[in-house]
């Protein structure tokens, strides 16, 4: 019956994976509009321009070359942020795909793909459904205290269920809200960054083909188990180590964090399991070649600082410390370590040093140059931890049986386990959307995508949904946290833009725009605060193309510095 029920099970994570994804970035045929969640407005605006660079920018057109592809809001060095998702995307528009359709159909396989992972890695581990359909749960649900706040702002009432179904605003949203507990714990992080929920299967499709198990041969299979365990290893060691690989190599461009993760529990397989040593040392060699492709065509994001603590509230001490996890992770602060101390021998020995480490690196640890950037390793930390949690109580269920109220006291841990996921899942599902007019009923973008070649530079006067990025051309300088967050020098390159636009005269602008290669210039009415143009010498230049319904005008650098190269520079 459970093999007959678990295809139907497949099917509606499929479904719901899809409309996950659909609820957050759609596409309105009529008006030609991009229809965004709001609660994935601010991600968005760098994941279209990345999209549209490869679809309708020069990102491709560089990699046929043996070049690096750029960061479309930082143009003129290698790009920074793992590019091989939102290539796939932009490649699936290329061909004809609708953008919608490009992002949405990659990301809910990636993410069903996770969810089916998560099941057969928790099943692999601990051999009991109850365990991978918790873990399942546990994954979707996030354990966090935020429902505490919610119920603040919601006292408990009759109304109640009518309050969650309606709710439209996370209760925490850390470390914005000022509260303790971070944002990252509930599935807008997937329905944000869509390439997350791939990256995650990936690692666990990694650990599966190394075989967790497969050294641990129980006492009672005898000697036939353990001549078919000695053939098998010797048989497809090959297999295994290119399969592994390749699954690394195609992580080092798709999550440089998830390649990380990959290589510490792959570095602690490597030191206690003996039969791993030779699969491991073919994926090393495997991954060799892409290993140096990858330092050739991307550029390191930054150095690893001490900071230690995480997110909690500075002063960091001991106490503060505590609290704050123990807001954020609510009952799997006990249930993870309980897990695992129950686990059987072979998971203790495989799972605890590296979650261990994985948790204890990245509160130490500055990762990136935004200390926020180390969710991920947290997030993967918690899709193996509360599998222990999972374990947890399907244990103490066992240790409870036949007594009065055990039934009811597991359910309540379960829904004490829960409740802040399923709240947390309501804000996700009435969010409302805001649209931007795609290139067909965008004038200024239109203009871009139509007069431009693929390859130009634009400096731009303003940041979100650039009409030049919505045509697949890079922007000067864009939006300050994405290119800071990155590793880029977001405040050199502010500087430069700030001295074009307040140029004295053409020919300091001149002298400006071809030293840095661009080749437009965008100029709108209401420009960013801090770039204070300079009016009088703009309005005299001669424009390329003005809008005066948007506001937007665009100078050409060649018009501008025509017959003037030779003589000033």
Known sequence: MRQKLFPILLFFLLLFSF???????????????????????????????????????DNYSRLFN????????????????????????????????????????????????????????????????????????????????????FFKQHPLSLNTPMDIITNSRFPSFGPWDGGLVSAFWNLNIYTNQRHLGLS?????????????????????????????????????????????????????????????????????????????????????????????LFTRLTASPATITWQPGYLAPAPVTAVSFVKFWIANLGLHVLFIPLGLALAPRPVKKLLIVPLVVLFLLPNLFRLSPDMINNHKFFNFFLILGTMSSAYAIVSLSKFLRNRIGSIGSICLLVILVTLSGLIDFFPILNDTKGSVLDIRANPDAQFFATQTPADAVVANSTWFYHPASLAGRAIFNGYSYFTWSYGYDQGAREKLLIKIYQAKNHIEACQLLLQHNIAYVELSAKPEGYLIPNWQLWDALPKRYENKTSGVSVYATDELCQNKEAEDL
Do not use: C
């Open 66 to 149: 043996g070049q690096a592809p750029e960061y479309p809001l930082f143009p003129g060095e290698p790009i920074r942020y793992h590019f091989l998702f939102y290539a796939l995307v932009g490649l699936l528009e290329k061909t004809g795909i609708r953008i919608d359709w490009a992002l949405n159909i990659p990301s809910a396989l990636g993410f069903f793909f996770l969810m089916v992972m998560i099941w057969v890695l928790a099943k692999e581990l601990f051999k009991d459904t109850r365990v991978a359909f918790l873990s399942f749960i546990f994954f979707l649900f996030n354990g966090s205290l935020s429902f505490v706040n």
């Open 19 to 57: 409309f996950l994804m659909v609820r957050t970035f759609s596409y309105d045929a009529k008006t030609n509009s991009m229809l965004i969640a709001t609660k994935a407005w601010s991600d968005f605006g760098s994941h279209i321009p990345l999209i549209r660079s490869f679809s309708m920018g």
């Open 200 to 292: 995650f299967a990936l690692i666990i499709a990694t650990l599966l083909v190394i075989r967790l198990t497969s050294s641990v041969v129980p006492a009672q299979a005898g000697i036939q188990s353990k001549k078919i365990d000695s053939r098998f290893r010797g048989n497809d060691s090959l297999t295994r180590g290119f399969l592994i690989g390749i699954l690394f190599s195609i992580l080092l461009f798709t999550n440089q964090a998830a390649a990380g993760i990959v290589v510490l529990f792959l570095f602690w397989f490597f030191l206690i399991k003996k039969d791993s040593r030779l699969p491991l040392l073919i994926a090393g060699i495997t991954a060799l070649p892409f290993w140096f």
